[in-house]
């Protein structure tokens, strides 16, 4: 497939990408590297009115799965979605109304109403059978088959996420608004470990194997035992945190506002490297994407690719866009309206296709995106085979 996408490279500018212009068809040569775009057959022109019209998807490499359009009313946003196995889980707000749908085939599986308007409820897990929502104060379990409300239970603390899950035991494992970090168990409603951090946690608490990372505001952070809260290790960065972490491998990953990206080693505890390379406040969270690390500059100062083995950087890149998936040698960035295809090892725009307005792109099942639109409207983009 990468063949196929390769022979639509484009060179964009950064002010050509902002001002929304077409991607060229027409065979002609990169001028960084030699590469030429030829000409390769194209989907029918026919306007679908999809979030991504199939010849600029397929230019990316996908090919239209399915689509929904939830209809949200003005008074209606998304708040929080999730992929949950073969279910696609969207929150609605503010009359917290939640819709499963069909990761096959996109067909709506159930929908239901659950809390108050008073409430908030943010991003769920699931184990085999059943989905954990919760609000500030609450967690409610409900049925993964029809959504039918089985529990609900109250917090140990008040919450402003949703949780890290250790589905093995169990454990549903919260950061409070009052640094209390507990592991509240699905199964007896209870909380099943503590621990105190110094300051409010307002990012979700990240699991990876079976410890879990938490950073509080003030950049303390701990990697506990998920199963009993024991600490294993802890620290705190030089500054306030306001972004969430991110783990891969064997790895942590924390952007400070003291500008610093810290890479610490997610057995040990020890700093593996430091990136001083920001010239502002990191406050977007880390992407991890495999060989590099993607570090959103916001609003306006567009992304640093790293290294993520050595924090040497790789790249810059002006387009203030959010990173979506690594790609063998590609990557899928997305703005609020183009989703960019960038070559992996120097940040250059291979692609822009253009969509209609974005809200997010995420991964799915299968090397498939997710597509959301601001007014509740879906769409799954399946990878193409060669």
Same mark, same amino acid.
Request: charged letters at 20%; one cysteine or more; hydrophobic letters at 40%.
């Given at each position: 497939?990468?063949?196929?996408?390769?022979?639509?490279?484009?060179?964009?500018?950064?002010?050509?990408?902002?001002?929304?212009?077409?991607?060229?068809?027409?065979?002609?040569?990169?001028?960084?590297?030699?590469?030429?775009?030829?000409?390769?057959?194209?989907?029918?022109?026919?306007?679908?009115?999809?979030?991504?019209?199939?010849?600029?998807?397929?230019?990316?490499?996908?090919?239209?799965?399915?689509?929904?359009?939830?209809?949200?009313?003005?008074?209606?946003?998304?708040?929080?979605?999730?992929?949950?196995?073969?279910?696609?889980?969207?929150?609605?707000?503010?009359?917290?109304?939640?819709?499963?749908?069909?990761?096959?085939?996109?067909?709506?599986?159930?929908?239901?109403?659950?809390?108050?308007?008073?409430?908030?409820?943010?991003?769920?897990?699931?184990?085999?059978?059943?989905?954990?929502?919760?609000?500030?104060?609450?967690?409610?379990?409900?049925?993964?088959?029809?959504?039918?409300?089985?529990?609900?239970?109250?917090?140990?603390?008040?919450?402003?996420?949703?949780?890290?899950?250790?589905?093995?035991?169990?454990?549903?494992?919260?950061?409070?608004?009052?640094?209390?970090?507990?592991?509240?168990?699905?199964?007896?409603?209870?909380?099943?470990?503590?621990?105190?951090?110094?300051?409010?946690?307002?990012?979700?608490?990240?699991?990876?194997?079976?410890?879990?990372?938490?950073?509080?505001?003030?950049?303390?952070?701990?990697? $506990?035992?998920?199963?009993?809260?024991? +600490? =294993?290790?802890? %620290?705190?960065?030089? #500054?306030? /945190?306001?972004?969430?972490? *991110?783990?891969?491998?064997?790895?942590?990953?924390?952007?400070?506002?003291?500008?610093?990206?810290?890479?610490?080693?997610?057995?040990?505890?020890?700093?593996?490297?430091?990136?001083?390379?920001?010239?502002?406040?990191?406050?977007?969270?880390?992407?991890?994407?495999?060989?590099?690390?993607?570090?959103?500059?916001?609003?306006?100062?567009?992304?640093?690719?790293?290294?993520?083995?050595?924090?040497?950087?790789?790249?810059?890149?002006?387009?203030?866009?959010?990173?979506?998936?690594?790609?063998?040698?590609?990557? $899928?960035?997305?703005?609020?309206?183009? +989703? =960019?295809?960038? %070559?992996?090892?120097? #940040?250059? /725009?291979?692609?822009?296709? *253009?969509?209609?307005?974005?809200?997010?792109?995420?991964?799915?099942?299968?090397?498939?995106?997710?597509?959301?639109?601001?007014?509740?409207?879906?769409?799954?983009?399946?990878?193409?085979?060669?």
């Amino acid at each position: 497939m990468r063949s196929m996408v390769k022979r639509w490279i484009m060179v964009s500018s950064i002010a050509l990408i902002s001002a929304g212009c077409a991607t060229s068809n027409n065979t002609t040569p990169n001028a960084s590297n030699g590469r030429s775009a030829v000409a390769v057959p194209q989907a029918p022109t026919t306007r679908t009115g999809h979030l991504i019209e199939p010849g600029p998807a397929a230019e990316l490499g996908y090919r239209i799965g399915w689509a929904q359009d939830m209809a949200l009313p003005d008074s209606q946003r998304i708040t929080a979605y999730a992929v949950l196995d073969d279910l696609l889980v969207v929150i609605e707000a503010p009359l917290n109304v939640v819709t499963a749908y069909s990761l096959r085939d996109g067909e709506r599986v159930w929908k239901r109403q659950y809390g108050s308007v008073l409430e908030t409820f943010h991003t769920p897990v699931r184990d085999s059978e059943r989905v954990f929502l919760n609000t500030e104060s609450r967690m409610f379990t409900v049925r993964a088959a029809d959504g039918e409300l089985l529990a609900v239970a109250n917090l140990e603390a008040p919450v402003s996420t949703g949780p890290a899950f250790n589905e093995e035991r169990g454990l549903a494992i919260f950061g409070g608004v009052n640094g209390l970090v507990f592991a509240h168990s699905v199964n007896n409603n209870f909380a099943h470990w503590r621990y105190k951090m110094p300051s409010r946690i307002s990012n979700t608490p990240v699991i990876n194997q079976q410890a879990v990372f938490i950073v509080d505001n003030s950049g303390k952070y701990v990697m $506990l035992d998920s199963s009993n809260g024991e +600490i =294993l290790w802890g %620290d705190k960065t030089l #500054g306030d /945190v306001v972004a969430a972490p *991110a783990v891969h491998g064997s790895e942590v990953f924390i952007a400070s506002r003291d500008r610093k990206l810290y890479s610490i080693n997610r057995l040990t505890g020890s700093d593996t490297w430091k990136y001083l390379g920001a010239q502002r406040p990191l406050t977007a969270a880390p992407v991890a994407l495999g060989r590099i690390v993607i570090l959103p500059l916001p609003p306006d100062g567009g992304v640093i690719a790293l290294d993520a083995l050595q924090g040497t950087e790789l790249w810059t890149n002006g387009v203030n866009a959010h990173p979506i998936v690594e790609r063998q040698q590609d990557l $899928l960035m997305h703005t609020d309206n183009r +989703i =960019l295809l960038m %070559d992996l090892g120097n #940040g250059e /725009v291979l692609t822009s296709a *253009a969509t209609l307005d974005l809200q997010t792109v995420i991964p799915g099942p299968g090397d498939s995106l997710i597509l959301f639109n601001p007014q509740g409207r879906l769409l799954k983009l399946n990878r193409q085979t060669d």
